[in-house]
């Protein structure tokens, strides 16, 4: 009886030291964000460049950002991207694997296949979120923290013609004007 006790004693501290770690680890946001924002958008762009490929730019607008807080990642589409700020925006870029350069070698000999490269698996995010949400880092006294934003709008999208030069954006001719 003593035994069947202890078992049961250990066995509640167990689920209740479980359940705290998972609590402390589950991923909690901020119930605003620590600026204020314009309304966030993301733009499909394709490259009239084989293999440039195609992908999407996701803009999220300052209004005004008193505490000069920095914005690090962006979470979008079950994809993980930095963000680069320029002036009162930051920008997060995805590219899209369906425009490939390389070429795969397919062989019913082994040693042939030897030089492809394996393909990159696509990273989990530690998100659920709906097409219209994205959720944002930041970090703020050496402490990474989250912001949720219900609503990206989508823009038409973007046809390069030839391959934008390296960084640039459709709105960097509004900037520079």
């Known amino acids: 009886m003593i035994l069947i006790k202890k078992i049961a004693i250990s ?10 770690l998972q609590c402390k680890s589950a991923k909690m946001f901020e ?25 999407y730019n996701i803009f999220i607008p300052i209004k005004s950002n008193s505490n000069k807080t920095v914005l690090d990642s962006v979470y979008f589409k079950g994809k993980k991207a930095k963000l680069e700020q320029r002036d009162n925006l930051f920008i997060g870029r995805f590219k899209l694997e369906l425009n ?36 944002v880092s930041f970090m ?7 912001f949720k934003i219900n609503e990206v709008y989508k823009k ?10 390296k960084n640039k954006t ?3 001719d ?4």
């Not at 924002?37 to 195609?54: D, I, P």
């Open 11 to 20: 066995l509640v501290w167990l689920l209740f030291i479980t359940c705290f």
């Open 31 to 55: 119930t605003k964000p620590p600026m204020q924002l314009g309304n966030v958008y993301y733009q499909h762009w394709v490259s009239g460049v084989k293999g440039a490929g195609s992908g």
């Open 100 to 135: 490939p350069k390389e070429d795969v070698i397919l062989s019913n000999k082994p040693f042939a296949e030897y030089g492809n490269k394996a393909p990159k698996l696509p990273e989990k995010i530690p998100f659920e979120l709906n097409e219209t949400e994205c959720v």
């Open 140 to 146: 703020e006294n050496g402490e990474v923290k989250y």
């Open 156 to 165: 038409e999208s973007e046809i390069y013609q030839s391959m934008p030069p």
């Open 170 to 172: 459709p709105l960097d």
């Open 174 to 177: 509004k900037f520079s004007k």
